[in-house]
């Protein structure tokens, strides 16, 4: 389906809803818009209308996406009805979707510190632990989202080694009853592409090559759908700040660390196995915020400015999937 067509089917369809149902629409419609920049058949996926995972345990006040996701596409026989209809117009109630509104102050998001201070993941082109750019960005993202009020949002510190801490905080975020959470890292290159150089006065370890932010989701997760789009939510608030995604997760080089590029336009990537993705009840989605391994990136990474401009970014991210724009419906 075109998306001119997609578009007057689905304004179409906002002709009779109720307002609680075209928060549903609208959202179904921002799904579907990567149809044109993506070629790697997920999106079918996304608006099949059975999930053969287990629905995720729900709290009363869970955000609305999740539940929209699950929203079945219109028949063919429907969509050819209602594209009958022509365009239309937005009822008022449409610029304010009251009804349906997600209360920021309900939301509860979990935002998970990468790694552990016993366990700090990678360590930077000048021998900072990855734990700590881990802590730095997330307090600040906290500090944003409490902000704009959403006075529900936790920090995730877990302790211990790195295996088991995954199991730990995937408990954690299930015990806490989570409608979201975001698990924030710095990215780094497979061992055998680090070269060495020195850093006041002591032998280091770097590699230029590959630089950006990442965005990863499992399908495994038992809300997929919702993942996805919280996930294509962030990535394009990274892009809004100038940002380029790290392309080289698609390439064979990577080995093992190769993953389905999901959408090419915005960098969003399945990890189908990462445990913090896929046990965990409620949608989730990891952010590499960029390489710590990559000499000016690192310095980058380590400014304010960077810093503003990532957590500004997720926070947007978290509005929107609280509260759809509704500009993305374009012009019905
Ligand atoms: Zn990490």
Redesign the pocket.
């Known amino acids: 389906m075109r998306r001119c067509e997609l578009i007057r089917v689905l304004g179409g369809i906002v002709v009779g809803l109720r307002p609680h149902r075209l928060l549903v629409v609208a959202i179904a419609v921002f799904a579907l818009l990567p149809i044109e920049v993506s070629d790697a058949g997920w999106l079918p996926d996304l608006f099949k209308s059975s999930s053969k995972h287990p629905k995720a345990p729900k709290r009363a006040k869970s955000a609305k996406p999740a539940r929209l996701a699950r929203h079945r596409a219109p028949s063919k026989q429907r969509a050819t009805r209602l594209a009958a209809l022509g365009p239309v117009a937005l009822p008022p109630s449409a610029s304010k979707p009251a009804a349906a509104k997600c209360d920021p102050s309900a939301l509860r998001i979990v935002l998970d510190v ?2 552990t201070a016993e366990s700090e ?2 360590i930077s082109a000048r021998n900072v632990a ?2 700590a750019f ?1 802590l730095r960005l997330a307090r600040l993202i906290e500090e944003k989202l409490k902000a704009d009020g959403f006075a529900e949002t936790r920090l995730l510190l877990t302790e211990g080694k790195a295996r088991p801490s995954l199991f730990k905080r995937v408990a954690a975020a299930n015990d806490l009853h989570a409608d979201l959470l975001l ?1 924030i ?4 290159v497979p061992n055998k592409m680090l070269e060495d150089w020195e850093f006041e006065g002591k032998k280091r370890h770097f590699s230029d090559r590959f630089s950006g932010y990442s965005v990863f989701v499992s399908r495994n997760n038992p809300d997929f759908k919702t993942s996805l789009l919280f996930a294509e939510l962030v990535a394009r608030e990274m892009k809004a700040e100038g940002l380029q995604y790290a392309e080289q997760y698609s390439q064979p080089i990577m080995g093992p660390d190769q993953h389905p590029l999901l959408n090419k336009d915005t960098g969003v990537y399945s990890y189908d196995k990462l445990i913090v993705l896929r046990r965990t009840a409620m949608p989730a989605v990891l952010l ?1 915020a960029g390489s710590i391994i990559n000499r000016d990136e690192e310095l980058k990474m380590d400014s304010p400015e960077r810093r503003n401009a990532i957590s500004s970014g997720v926070a947007s991210a978290v509005k929107e999937f609280c509260e759809p724009r509704w500009a993305l419906l374009g012009p019905l």
């Open positions: 990468g790694h993941g990678a990855e734990f881990n698990s890292h710095h990215d780094s590499e």
